[in-house]
């Protein structure tokens, strides 16, 4: 809970008016049975009417006050309630933001989604109500006891035996149904896990008919959760009745003994009402505590899971600035002796690879799948790192640099397109907002996307559906090289970047990339052995390791596996 009182500390006045207007309420909801005694046993009974007026317009009087203090306390406790879970959700997103590949690789971007969204808000839910009612209640419970001794302290003992019962009650269904919330919420991970993966592929499951099958799984995992919903709402579902039985129990006593109290002169008619009142009261603040402590319930555990992630370390740690000293080294990039795992216990993706890249070289890299290579290209720009060797930047190893200092010198286009909604020129600039319109058409001509974009409406200012689907993979491609080619980076990265452009735009795309206006080493990653040879070098992998690198030719005459790529394709274009 630390993460969530600091973001309360900027809310103390909210924090403490709301329930400080609750207890003004509180004490006007107490006095409420005394009057209506004093109307009953000095009005009603002896039929003065002067003392029926003034208890009726006391009673309105108090109605209104307390309705105002019910309001005030309502809207401090909101802002104090939306402030700070406003502020937790951005810290959580921002420690997101922080977190390595590998750490959201293990968490799951479905848990980090739902636990941004649905636990906050319950989270939020909770704190509203706990700052209402966490006074409020026990406060009406215990001064209605008092109250009921200033009028008989032996019929109030029924009320300590009830409000004991009630409070047993309480805590033994608080316990089951915590963890009965914490497994729901788990299961919404799931749940919002196979969601996001079937809206993202809805084309992929119409195009294979498989709707039936995806609908049963999403039909087994919702049954799953609804079956632990019903466990857990049964056990919560006893606390109203529970509740309700033990206070009219202890009403159907307080009316038994009232009675013979009244009888025999002890008590007033208009006491024993006010004891009644008292005991209501009690049930109605004892059904809201029940409603408070089911709610803190879910709270909490959302609560502890959102602080799992806060309390998640990031795998990878950067200099808050990077070395000064500028280093003369004509090497690029080098590797030196590196492996990765992905997980410690998972098989080696990089084995013991060693091979440097000269600055203004084109370095390709070409493989089957799952040789590898985009796992290679991740180690440059750190969204990995190695877990054995050295990775070096410009001579220096990647993890002496600082963070933004990376994202300058290195431009990655990764092999799927990623845009955002908007438009072409948010896109464009998201990693160099004061980019001007020169510069970004310079680009857009750079990566052979100007002539699209100019005959689209709007040019730069035309709009873009959530992930670009209002596009060709083509266009995205080429939209996303020119957000790369904006920072004007020393090493540029194309994961397949180029497999959705036919074979003409691809040629003038990479000789628009052999000469641009500053110094730039391309590492072209690609299933084409066309796309690649005409660079000063090429690496050939299998299974995580280089089996070859050398030119074009050299490669046809020396390397099997090249040979055996280049001629397949070969003979596929001539087939065609």
Not at 474 to 503: F, H
Not at 524 to 553: E, K, N, P, W, Y
């Amino acid at each position: 809970m630390k993460y969530l009182l600091r973001k309360l500390k900027p809310f103390r006045k909210e924090s403490i008016l709301a329930p400080a207007f609750k207890m003004l309420e509180a004490m006007f909801d107490l006095l409420v049975p005394m009057v209506v005694a004093y109307v009953i046993d000095s009005g009603v009974r002896v039929q003065d009417q002067p003392v029926l007026y003034r208890g009726f317009v006391m009673l309105i009087l108090m109605a209104i006050v307390g309705l105002a203090c019910s309001f005030t306390a309502q809207y401090f406790s909101a802002k104090a309630a939306i402030g700070s879970t406003t502020a937790l959700r951005h810290d959580l997103y921002a420690h997101i933001q922080t977190l390595s590949f590998r750490d959201q690789d293990r968490i799951g971007v479905s848990t980090l989604m739902t636990r941004l969204t649905a636990d906050i808000l319950q989270v939020q839910n909770g704190v509203n109500l706990f700052l209402r009612l966490f006074l409020r209640s026990p406060f009406i419970v215990f001064g209605a006891l008092i109250m009921a001794f200033s009028i008989s302290s032996r019929i109030s003992l029924i009320f300590l035996g009830g409000i004991a019962l009630l409070f047993l009650c309480v805590i033994v269904i608080m316990r089951i149904t915590g963890k009965g919330f914490r497994d729901i919420q788990k299961y919404m991970d799931k749940l919002t896990l196979l969601s996001r993966e079937n809206l993202e592929g809805v084309r992929v499951i119409r195009a294979f008919r498989a709707e039936d099958a995806e609908e049963q799984s999403f039909r087994e995992q919702n049954q799953d959760m609804q079956k632990q919903q019903f466990r857990t709402g049964r056990v919560s579902a006893l606390l109203g009745p529970l509740t309700g039985v033990t206070v009219n129990l202890c009403i159907i006593l307080i009316l038994h003994l009232g009675a013979g109290q009244v009888n025999g002169g002890i008590l007033l008619s208009g006491q024993v009402v006010a004891l009644v009142n008292y005991m209501n009261q009690i049930l109605v603040e004892l059904v809201k505590l029940a409603n408070l402590v089911v709610t803190l319930s879910k709270a909490s555990a959302s609560m502890n899971r959102v602080s799992q992630i806060l309390d998640t370390c990031p795998g990878m740690q950067y200099p808050e600035s990077s070395s000064s000293a500028s280093t003369d080294s004509d090497t690029a990039v080098s590797f030196d002796h590196v492996s990765l795992r992905y997980s410690e216990s998972g098989e080696a993706s990089l084995r013991n690879l060693t091979f440097q890249v000269r600055r203004g070289e084109t370095l390709g890299i070409i493989g089957g799948t799952g040789c590898g290579k985009t796992s290679l290209v991740s180690l440059i720009p750190r969204f990995y790192d190695a877990t054995e060797g050295e990775v070096c930047l410009g001579g220096r190893n990647v993890r002496s640099y600082a963070r933004g200092e990376i994202i300058r010198k290195v431009g990655v286009v990764m092999q799927r397109p990623h845009l955002f909604q908007g438009t072409i020129r948010s896109n464009l600039t998201l990693g160099c907002p004061d980019a001007d319109d020169t510069v970004l058409w310079e680009a857009l001509e750079q990566a052979q996307a100007a002539e699209f974009v100019r005959e689209k409406k709007g040019g730069l200012d035309a709009e873009v559906e959530q992930e670009g689907r209002n596009l060709s993979g083509g266009q995205k491609q080429r939209l996303t090289i020119a957000r790369a080619l904006i920072n004007k980076p020393e090493v540029l990265i194309l994961d397949d970047a180029s497999s959705a452009l036919d074979y003409a735009t691809d040629a003038a795309l990479r000789r628009n990339l052999s000469s641009l206006s500053w110094p730039c080493t391309v590492i072209l990653v690609s299933q084409r052995t066309a796309t690649i040879q005409q660079a000063d070098r090429i690496l050939v992998m299998d299974h995580g390791q280089i089996v070859g690198q050398g030119t074009h030719s050299a490669l046809l005459r020396d390397c099997p596996l090249y040979r055996e790529i280049h001629e397949s394709q070969y003979q596929e274009g001539e087939a065609e």
